[in-house]
Nanobody, 123 residues
């Protein structure tokens, strides 16, 4: 079991940037594959990005490719999501999640979740 805490959400104008952070409370951080998923009002939770336990492999949803970058710092037990060129349709609650499955792109593949952080893109 791992406890995850996200931060960095907020209100940003279209075209702007935000950096989300997620700190994990576990001694086994380097064993987990990590992901960011999001849920907009009235919609199902959807995959955004994932990174392998060693940081070598990354995966992105088509809707965020070339705009979002996932990274991790294993020394700080932290995973990041750099979001650039934000669009109104990126508005959602963003969740950090941990999985034993490499390349997990579906919410059901994640076992541990943070509480979420709100991202609102609006002028």
């Amino acid at each position: 079991q791992v406890h995850l805490v996200e931060s960095g959400g907020g209100l940003v104008q279209p075209g702007g940037s935000l950096r989300l952070s997620c700190v994990a409370s576990t001694d086994a951080f380097t064993s987990y594959n990590l992901g960011w998923l999001r849920q907009a009002p009235g919609k199902e939770r959807e995959f955004v990005a994932a990174i392998s336990y060693d940081g070598v492999n990354t995966y992105y949803a088509d809707s965020v490719k070339a705009r979002f970058t996932i990274s991790r710092d294993n020394a700080k037990n932290t995973v990041y999501l750099q979001m650039d060129s934000l669009k109104p349709e990126d508005t959602a609650v963003y969740y950090c999640a941990a999985s034993w499955n490499g390349g997990a792109t579906q919410a059901r593949q994640y076992d541990n979740w943070g509480q979420g952080t709100q991202v609102t893109v609006s002028s």
